[in-house]
Protein backbone atom coordinates (compact mmCIF):
# COMPACT_ATOMS: atom_id res chain seq x y z
CA UNK A 1 0.00 0.00 0.00
CA UNK A 2 1.33 3.39 -1.11
CA UNK A 3 -0.98 5.55 0.83
CA UNK A 4 -2.14 6.97 -2.89
CA UNK A 5 -6.01 8.22 -2.24
CA UNK A 6 -7.89 6.47 -5.09
CA UNK A 7 -9.81 8.63 -8.02
CA UNK A 8 -13.00 7.76 -6.45
CA UNK A 9 -11.44 9.78 -2.80
CA UNK A 10 -9.58 12.57 -4.88
CA UNK A 11 -13.48 13.40 -6.45
CA UNK A 12 -16.16 11.52 -4.37
CA UNK A 13 -19.47 10.50 -5.50
CA UNK A 14 -20.59 13.11 -8.18
CA UNK A 15 -23.94 13.78 -8.69
CA UNK A 16 -25.63 13.44 -11.54
CA UNK A 17 -27.98 16.41 -11.01
CA UNK A 18 -24.43 18.50 -10.84
CA UNK A 19 -23.10 16.95 -14.05
CA UNK A 20 -26.24 17.51 -15.90
CA UNK A 21 -26.11 21.14 -15.03
CA UNK A 22 -22.48 21.39 -16.12
CA UNK A 23 -23.79 20.87 -20.23
CA UNK A 24 -23.03 23.97 -21.73
CA UNK A 25 -21.01 25.04 -24.72
CA UNK A 26 -21.11 24.85 -28.05
CA UNK A 27 -22.77 21.05 -27.54
CA UNK A 28 -26.07 20.94 -28.55
CA UNK A 29 -28.11 18.04 -26.82
CA UNK A 30 -30.50 16.10 -29.18
CA UNK A 31 -33.90 14.76 -28.21
CA UNK A 32 -33.90 11.22 -27.60
CA UNK A 33 -36.93 11.13 -28.44
CA UNK A 34 -38.92 8.77 -30.20
CA UNK A 35 -35.75 7.21 -32.01
CA UNK A 36 -32.48 9.06 -30.99
CA UNK A 37 -31.18 9.81 -34.08
CA UNK A 38 -28.65 12.05 -33.72
CA UNK A 39 -28.26 15.00 -36.38
CA UNK A 40 -25.35 17.92 -37.00
CA UNK A 41 -25.86 20.77 -34.29
CA UNK A 42 -25.44 24.57 -34.76
CA UNK A 43 -22.56 26.47 -34.47
CA UNK A 44 -18.60 25.65 -35.42
CA UNK A 45 -18.02 22.71 -34.17
CA UNK A 46 -21.48 20.69 -35.78
CA UNK A 47 -21.20 18.41 -33.41
CA UNK A 48 -23.43 15.17 -33.01
CA UNK A 49 -24.84 14.54 -29.66
CA UNK A 50 -27.07 11.84 -28.33
CA UNK A 51 -28.53 13.41 -25.05
CA UNK A 52 -28.64 11.07 -22.34
CA UNK A 53 -31.58 11.98 -20.63
CA UNK A 54 -35.30 10.57 -21.60
CA UNK A 55 -37.83 8.51 -20.61
CA UNK A 56 -35.90 5.46 -21.98
CA UNK A 57 -32.39 4.82 -22.66
CA UNK A 58 -31.46 6.43 -25.64
CA UNK A 59 -29.52 3.92 -27.65
CA UNK A 60 -31.93 1.37 -27.56
CA UNK A 61 -33.98 2.79 -30.33
CA UNK A 62 -31.19 4.22 -32.42
CA UNK A 63 -29.29 2.41 -34.97
CA UNK A 64 -26.48 0.16 -34.29
CA UNK A 65 -23.22 2.28 -33.28
CA UNK A 66 -20.39 1.96 -35.95
CA UNK A 67 -18.03 0.93 -32.62
CA UNK A 68 -19.21 -0.70 -29.60
CA UNK A 69 -18.30 -2.75 -26.40
CA UNK A 70 -19.98 -4.78 -24.30
CA UNK A 71 -18.50 -4.86 -21.02
CA UNK A 72 -20.33 -7.81 -18.21
CA UNK A 73 -19.38 -7.44 -14.48
CA UNK A 74 -19.41 -10.06 -11.33
CA UNK A 75 -20.45 -8.27 -8.06
CA UNK A 76 -17.81 -7.97 -5.42
CA UNK A 77 -18.29 -10.19 -2.21
CA UNK A 78 -20.30 -8.07 0.12
CA UNK A 79 -22.22 -5.26 -2.63
CA UNK A 80 -25.36 -4.24 -1.85
CA UNK A 81 -28.16 -2.32 -2.56
CA UNK A 82 -26.63 0.60 -1.59
CA UNK A 83 -22.88 0.13 -3.09
CA UNK A 84 -24.82 -0.17 -6.49
CA UNK A 85 -26.99 3.18 -5.69
CA UNK A 86 -23.79 4.55 -5.05
CA UNK A 87 -21.99 3.29 -8.49
CA UNK A 88 -25.08 4.05 -10.75
CA UNK A 89 -24.90 7.68 -9.38
CA UNK A 90 -20.98 8.01 -10.20
CA UNK A 91 -22.06 6.21 -13.77
CA UNK A 92 -24.77 8.55 -14.42
CA UNK A 93 -22.11 11.48 -13.77
CA UNK A 94 -20.02 9.38 -16.40
CA UNK A 95 -22.49 9.19 -18.95
CA UNK A 96 -23.87 12.40 -19.18
CA UNK A 97 -20.10 14.35 -19.51
CA UNK A 98 -19.29 11.80 -21.80
CA UNK A 99 -21.84 11.72 -24.28
CA UNK A 100 -21.49 16.10 -24.44
CA UNK A 101 -17.93 15.18 -24.90
CA UNK A 102 -16.85 16.20 -21.76
CA UNK A 103 -13.74 14.53 -19.26
CA UNK A 104 -15.93 12.22 -16.55
CA UNK A 105 -14.93 13.81 -13.00
CA UNK A 106 -11.35 12.95 -12.38
CA UNK A 107 -10.25 11.48 -15.71
CA UNK A 108 -7.29 10.68 -16.48
CA UNK A 109 -6.79 11.04 -19.97
CA UNK A 110 -8.86 14.11 -20.58
CA UNK A 111 -8.07 15.04 -24.29
CA UNK A 112 -9.48 11.64 -25.11
CA UNK A 113 -13.24 13.06 -24.34
CA UNK A 114 -14.22 14.79 -27.48
CA UNK A 115 -17.70 15.66 -28.35
CA UNK A 116 -19.87 14.76 -31.97
CA UNK A 117 -18.62 11.09 -31.82
CA UNK A 118 -22.64 9.86 -30.68
CA UNK A 119 -21.22 8.19 -27.88
CA UNK A 120 -24.06 6.61 -26.05
CA UNK A 121 -24.13 4.21 -22.63
CA UNK A 122 -26.47 1.66 -21.92
CA UNK A 123 -26.75 -0.06 -18.36
CA UNK A 124 -28.20 -3.53 -17.48
CA UNK A 125 -29.08 -5.47 -14.36
CA UNK A 126 -28.27 -9.17 -14.36
CA UNK A 127 -30.35 -11.77 -12.26
CA UNK A 128 -27.82 -11.56 -9.35
CA UNK A 129 -29.03 -8.40 -8.73
CA UNK A 130 -32.65 -9.49 -8.16
CA UNK A 131 -31.31 -11.44 -5.52
CA UNK A 132 -29.54 -8.93 -2.93
CA UNK A 133 -31.34 -7.81 -0.21
CA UNK A 134 -33.99 -5.10 -0.33
CA UNK A 135 -34.68 -6.15 -4.74
CA UNK A 136 -35.67 -9.33 -4.01
CA UNK A 137 -39.26 -8.62 -4.74
CA UNK A 138 -37.94 -6.28 -7.76
CA UNK A 139 -37.56 -8.75 -10.86
CA UNK A 140 -39.31 -6.94 -13.50
CA UNK A 141 -42.19 -9.43 -14.20
CA UNK A 142 -41.40 -12.17 -17.71
CA UNK A 143 -37.41 -11.93 -16.73
CA UNK A 144 -35.61 -14.78 -16.71
CA UNK A 145 -31.94 -16.13 -17.33
CA UNK A 146 -31.95 -17.79 -20.87
CA UNK A 147 -31.80 -21.46 -20.67
CA UNK A 148 -29.04 -23.23 -23.31
CA UNK A 149 -30.47 -24.67 -26.08
CA UNK A 150 -29.93 -27.41 -27.76
CA UNK A 151 -27.15 -26.23 -30.51
CA UNK A 152 -25.71 -23.80 -27.75
CA UNK A 153 -21.50 -24.46 -27.15
CA UNK A 154 -22.01 -22.05 -24.06
CA UNK A 155 -18.26 -20.81 -23.10
CA UNK A 156 -17.79 -19.15 -19.71
CA UNK A 157 -15.76 -16.52 -20.78
CA UNK A 158 -18.71 -15.07 -22.70
CA UNK A 159 -21.98 -16.38 -20.69
CA UNK A 160 -24.03 -14.60 -17.59
CA UNK A 161 -23.31 -11.20 -15.95
CA UNK A 162 -24.49 -9.20 -12.71
CA UNK A 163 -24.09 -5.79 -14.57
CA UNK A 164 -23.70 -4.40 -18.18
CA UNK A 165 -22.21 -1.76 -19.68
CA UNK A 166 -22.52 -1.10 -23.88
CA UNK A 167 -21.22 1.46 -25.14
CA UNK A 168 -21.14 3.06 -28.64
CA UNK A 169 -19.74 5.38 -30.64
CA UNK A 170 -18.74 6.41 -34.36
CA UNK A 171 -15.08 6.70 -32.88
CA UNK A 172 -13.50 3.97 -31.55
CA UNK A 173 -11.59 5.60 -28.98
CA UNK A 174 -14.08 6.76 -27.65
CA UNK A 175 -15.51 3.53 -27.21
CA UNK A 176 -12.20 2.64 -25.72
CA UNK A 177 -11.96 5.50 -23.53
CA UNK A 178 -15.10 5.65 -22.03
CA UNK A 179 -15.02 1.65 -21.14
CA UNK A 180 -11.85 2.52 -19.11
CA UNK A 181 -13.66 5.43 -17.14
CA UNK A 182 -16.77 3.40 -16.56
CA UNK A 183 -14.92 -0.08 -15.80
CA UNK A 184 -12.71 2.27 -13.48
CA UNK A 185 -16.12 3.68 -11.17
CA UNK A 186 -17.38 0.00 -10.84
CA UNK A 187 -13.88 -1.16 -9.34
CA UNK A 188 -14.93 -1.01 -5.64
CA UNK A 189 -18.38 -3.25 -6.76
CA UNK A 190 -17.72 -5.47 -9.21
CA UNK A 191 -14.48 -6.50 -11.83
CA UNK A 192 -15.10 -7.93 -15.41
CA UNK A 193 -16.03 -10.70 -16.04
CA UNK A 194 -16.27 -10.36 -20.06
CA UNK A 195 -15.70 -7.82 -22.82
CA UNK A 196 -17.41 -8.21 -26.35
CA UNK A 197 -16.19 -5.54 -29.09
CA UNK A 198 -18.41 -5.17 -32.53
CA UNK A 199 -18.88 -3.14 -35.27
CA UNK A 200 -21.69 -2.40 -37.32
CA UNK A 201 -22.25 -0.22 -40.42
CA UNK A 202 -25.51 1.64 -40.50
CA UNK A 203 -25.69 4.03 -43.43
CA UNK A 204 -25.11 3.70 -47.00
CA UNK A 205 -22.44 5.79 -49.34
CA UNK A 206 -24.82 8.55 -49.62
CA UNK A 207 -25.41 9.05 -45.92
CA UNK A 208 -28.68 7.90 -45.95
CA UNK A 209 -29.67 5.17 -43.14
CA UNK A 210 -29.67 1.42 -44.22
CA UNK A 211 -30.52 -1.37 -41.92
CA UNK A 212 -26.87 -2.96 -42.25
CA UNK A 213 -25.40 -6.24 -43.08
CA UNK A 214 -23.63 -9.41 -41.38
CA UNK A 215 -20.56 -11.30 -41.70
CA UNK A 216 -22.81 -13.70 -43.83
CA UNK A 217 -23.60 -10.48 -46.36
CA UNK A 218 -27.03 -11.01 -45.20
CA UNK A 219 -29.56 -7.55 -44.44
CA UNK A 220 -29.94 -7.99 -40.88
CA UNK A 221 -32.67 -6.88 -39.10
CA UNK A 222 -35.83 -6.13 -41.66
CA UNK A 223 -38.19 -6.98 -39.93
CA UNK A 224 -38.00 -5.29 -36.74
CA UNK A 225 -40.29 -2.97 -36.10
CA UNK A 226 -39.79 0.57 -36.42
CA UNK A 227 -39.06 2.81 -33.51
CA UNK A 228 -41.26 5.83 -32.31
CA UNK A 229 -44.59 3.44 -33.43
CA UNK A 230 -47.17 1.75 -31.41
CA UNK A 231 -45.83 -1.99 -32.60
CA UNK A 232 -42.43 -1.06 -30.98
CA UNK A 233 -43.32 0.52 -28.25
CA UNK A 234 -45.61 -2.82 -27.19
CA UNK A 235 -42.73 -4.92 -28.33
CA UNK A 236 -39.91 -3.24 -26.12
CA UNK A 237 -40.92 -0.95 -23.01
CA UNK A 238 -42.29 -2.04 -20.20
CA UNK A 239 -44.85 -0.03 -17.90
CA UNK A 240 -41.92 2.06 -16.16
CA UNK A 241 -39.99 2.74 -19.65
CA UNK A 242 -37.28 0.18 -19.59
CA UNK A 243 -37.24 -3.28 -21.20
CA UNK A 244 -35.08 -6.29 -21.34
CA UNK A 245 -32.11 -7.46 -23.39
CA UNK A 246 -30.64 -10.78 -24.50
CA UNK A 247 -27.06 -11.07 -26.03
CA UNK A 248 -26.16 -13.80 -27.67
CA UNK A 249 -22.27 -14.32 -29.12
CA UNK A 250 -23.09 -16.46 -32.61
CA UNK A 251 -19.81 -17.95 -34.03
CA UNK A 252 -20.39 -17.75 -37.85
CA UNK A 253 -18.78 -20.56 -40.05
CA UNK A 254 -17.90 -18.46 -42.81
CA UNK A 255 -15.69 -20.64 -44.54
CA UNK A 256 -18.66 -23.65 -44.71
CA UNK A 257 -20.83 -20.78 -45.46
CA UNK A 258 -19.04 -19.58 -48.52
CA UNK A 259 -19.11 -23.65 -50.05
CA UNK A 260 -23.02 -22.23 -50.81
CA UNK A 261 -23.96 -21.35 -54.29
CA UNK A 262 -25.92 -18.08 -53.76
CA UNK A 263 -29.30 -19.42 -54.31
CA UNK A 264 -28.58 -21.99 -51.52
CA UNK A 265 -27.64 -19.29 -49.15
CA UNK A 266 -30.96 -16.74 -50.08
CA UNK A 267 -33.39 -20.31 -49.78
CA UNK A 268 -32.20 -20.85 -46.02
CA UNK A 269 -32.66 -17.43 -44.93
CA UNK A 270 -35.62 -16.71 -46.99
CA UNK A 271 -34.05 -13.45 -48.53
CA UNK A 272 -32.13 -12.51 -51.02
CA UNK A 273 -28.34 -11.06 -50.41
CA UNK A 274 -28.49 -7.91 -52.75
CA UNK A 275 -30.94 -5.99 -51.12
CA UNK A 276 -32.71 -8.25 -48.05
CA UNK A 277 -35.84 -8.54 -50.16
CA UNK A 278 -37.62 -11.65 -49.40
CA UNK A 279 -37.31 -14.48 -52.24
CA UNK A 280 -40.90 -13.27 -52.69
CA UNK A 281 -40.68 -9.83 -53.23
CA UNK A 282 -38.82 -7.27 -54.70
CA UNK A 283 -37.94 -4.57 -52.15
CA UNK A 284 -36.71 -4.68 -48.62
CA UNK A 285 -39.56 -4.29 -46.87
CA UNK A 286 -42.32 -6.32 -48.81
CA UNK A 287 -44.22 -8.33 -46.82
CA UNK A 288 -43.57 -12.62 -46.37
CA UNK A 289 -45.47 -14.73 -49.09
CA UNK A 290 -45.29 -17.78 -46.98
CA UNK A 291 -47.70 -19.84 -49.47
CA UNK A 292 -46.05 -18.55 -52.85
CA UNK A 293 -44.71 -21.77 -54.38
CA UNK A 294 -42.24 -22.09 -57.33
CA UNK A 295 -42.86 -23.64 -60.79
CA UNK A 296 -41.62 -27.26 -58.89
CA UNK A 297 -44.30 -26.52 -56.58
CA UNK A 298 -42.32 -26.04 -53.38
CA UNK A 299 -42.47 -23.55 -50.91
CA UNK A 300 -40.26 -20.11 -51.98
CA UNK A 301 -39.88 -19.78 -48.32
CA UNK A 302 -38.65 -22.98 -46.60
CA UNK A 303 -40.32 -24.21 -44.00
CA UNK A 304 -37.14 -24.16 -42.35
CA UNK A 305 -36.04 -20.98 -43.91
CA UNK A 306 -35.06 -18.59 -41.12
CA UNK A 307 -37.62 -15.62 -42.32
CA UNK A 308 -40.63 -17.99 -41.61
CA UNK A 309 -39.15 -19.47 -38.87
CA UNK A 310 -38.92 -15.86 -36.70
CA UNK A 311 -41.71 -14.28 -38.05
CA UNK A 312 -44.35 -13.20 -36.09
CA UNK A 313 -47.26 -14.46 -37.83
CA UNK A 314 -45.74 -18.26 -37.21
CA UNK A 315 -45.13 -17.08 -33.77
CA UNK A 316 -48.71 -15.82 -32.53
CA UNK A 317 -47.72 -12.31 -33.00
CA UNK A 318 -44.66 -12.36 -30.89
CA UNK A 319 -42.24 -9.76 -31.85
CA UNK A 320 -38.71 -8.48 -30.88
CA UNK A 321 -36.35 -5.76 -31.73
CA UNK A 322 -33.12 -7.26 -33.21
CA UNK A 323 -29.81 -5.46 -33.09
CA UNK A 324 -26.50 -7.25 -34.19
CA UNK A 325 -22.82 -5.95 -33.82
CA UNK A 326 -20.41 -8.00 -36.21
CA UNK A 327 -16.98 -9.27 -34.59
CA UNK A 328 -13.31 -10.88 -35.07
CA UNK A 329 -11.49 -12.79 -32.79
CA UNK A 330 -7.92 -13.39 -33.33
CA UNK A 331 -5.73 -15.75 -31.96
CA UNK A 332 -2.47 -15.66 -33.44
CA UNK A 333 -2.84 -16.96 -37.38
CA UNK A 334 -6.41 -18.08 -36.02
CA UNK A 335 -9.52 -15.77 -37.22
CA UNK A 336 -13.14 -16.56 -35.06
CA UNK A 337 -15.96 -14.33 -36.60
CA UNK A 338 -19.46 -14.09 -36.11
CA UNK A 339 -22.27 -11.94 -34.84
CA UNK A 340 -23.16 -10.11 -31.04
CA UNK A 341 -27.11 -10.72 -31.16
CA UNK A 342 -28.85 -8.05 -29.02
CA UNK A 343 -32.51 -8.90 -28.29
CA UNK A 344 -34.45 -6.31 -26.34
CA UNK A 345 -38.09 -6.94 -25.64
CA UNK A 346 -40.84 -6.30 -23.30
CA UNK A 347 -41.05 -9.66 -21.59
CA UNK A 348 -38.18 -12.14 -22.18
CA UNK A 349 -40.07 -14.87 -21.18
CA UNK A 350 -43.14 -14.87 -23.07
CA UNK A 351 -41.61 -13.10 -26.18
CA UNK A 352 -37.87 -14.65 -27.02
CA UNK A 353 -37.86 -18.04 -25.45
CA UNK A 354 -40.36 -19.21 -27.41
CA UNK A 355 -39.21 -17.47 -30.74
CA UNK A 356 -35.71 -18.92 -29.66
CA UNK A 357 -36.76 -22.73 -28.96
CA UNK A 358 -38.52 -22.77 -32.45
CA UNK A 359 -35.35 -21.47 -33.80
CA UNK A 360 -33.46 -24.12 -32.27
CA UNK A 361 -35.04 -26.79 -33.14
CA UNK A 362 -35.25 -26.38 -37.02
CA UNK A 363 -33.65 -23.13 -38.29
CA UNK A 364 -31.78 -23.63 -41.57
CA UNK A 365 -28.75 -21.35 -40.22
CA UNK A 366 -28.31 -23.63 -37.14
CA UNK A 367 -25.89 -25.78 -39.81
CA UNK A 368 -23.25 -22.50 -40.36
CA UNK A 369 -23.91 -21.14 -36.61
CA UNK A 370 -23.25 -21.93 -33.15
CA UNK A 371 -23.83 -19.72 -29.91
CA UNK A 372 -20.69 -19.72 -27.47
CA UNK A 373 -22.12 -16.69 -24.95
CA UNK A 374 -25.46 -15.95 -24.06
CA UNK A 375 -26.78 -13.21 -21.26
CA UNK A 376 -29.92 -11.81 -19.71
CA UNK A 377 -29.95 -8.33 -17.97
CA UNK A 378 -33.11 -5.62 -17.04
CA UNK A 379 -32.35 -2.50 -18.77
CA UNK A 380 -34.18 0.50 -16.88
CA UNK A 381 -35.49 3.49 -17.54
CA UNK A 382 -33.86 6.29 -18.68
CA UNK A 383 -33.08 9.58 -16.63
CA UNK A 384 -34.12 13.17 -16.11
CA UNK A 385 -31.69 16.07 -15.53
CA UNK A 386 -32.60 15.67 -11.57
CA UNK A 387 -32.40 12.47 -11.09
CA UNK A 388 -29.93 9.55 -11.91
CA UNK A 389 -29.64 5.80 -14.09
CA UNK A 390 -31.41 2.84 -11.56
CA UNK A 391 -33.03 5.23 -9.30
CA UNK A 392 -36.79 3.92 -9.59
CA UNK A 393 -35.02 0.26 -8.23
CA UNK A 394 -32.21 1.32 -5.76
CA UNK A 395 -33.13 4.22 -4.33
Do not use: C
Request: proline share 7%; net charge negative; aromatic share 6%.
Amino acid sequence: MTGRPSRRQLFGYAGAAAAGAAVTGGVVALSNEPAAQPTAAAGPEATRVISPYGDHQPAIAAASPKHAELVAFTLLAGTDKADLGRLLRTWTSDIVALSAGRPAPGDTAPELAVPGVTLTVTVGFGPKVFGLSGLTDRRPQGFSDVPAMSHDRLQPGWTGGDLLILVGADDAVSVVHAVRRLVADAAPFAKPLWRQTGFWNSTAPDGKPVTGRNLFNQVDGTGNPAPGTPEFNSTVWTEDGGTTLVVRRIKLDLDTWDELTRSEQERSVGRKLSNGAPVTGTAEHDELDLEKRDADGRLMIAENAHARLSHHSENDGRRIFRKGLNYVQDTGATRESGLIFLSYQANLVSQFLPLLARLDAADALNEWTTTIGSAAFVIPPGFSKDGWLGQGLLS
